[in-house]
Nanobody, 122 residues
Framework: QLQLVESGGGLVQPGGSLRLSCAASGFTLDYYAIGWFRQAPGKEREAVSCISRSGGSTNYAGSVKGRFTISRDNAKNTVYLQMNSLKPEDTAVYYC???????????????WGQGTQVTVSS
């Protein structure tokens, strides 16, 4: 069974950092591009970042560019989202998704994790 599992979320103060992980089971992650998305309460889900299968191409939403870094370790079957200089508006449930194309369009992704909560608050 193909499964993605996010981890690393939690409560952090403004200006702090977190690293989210997206681990795959039941399939080899390096066959897929990976996207990170988030959904805040009362808001629609939005794209945060994506990375190509090789890791050679990445993209970021304007709101996180320069603060977040996406990377992947195909040997560990895991993709990471390093989040620095966190702001209260980054508070959301963060999801990773796997697809065949690195895109910020969530409809292009076929497999989704259950999400991990990130709360930025003092």
């Amino acid at each position: 069974q193909l499964q993605l599992v996010e981890s690393g979320g939690g409560l952090v103060q403004p200006g702090g950092s977190l690293r989210l992980s997206c681990a795959a089971s039941g399939f080899t992650l390096d066959y897929y591009a990976i996207g990170w998305f988030r959904q805040a309460p009362g808001k629609e889900r939005e794209a945060v970042s994506c990375i190509s299968r090789s890791g050679g191409s990445t993209n970021y939403a304007g709101s996180v560019k320069g603060r977040f870094t996406i990377s992947r370790d195909n040997a560990k079957n895991t993709v990471y989202l390093q989040m620095n200089s966190l702001k209260p508006e980054d508070t959301a449930v963060y999801y990773c998704a796997a697809g065949y194309q690195a895109t910020m369009n969530e409809r292009r992704y076929d497999y989704w994790g259950q999400g991990t909560q990130v709360t930025v608050s003092s």
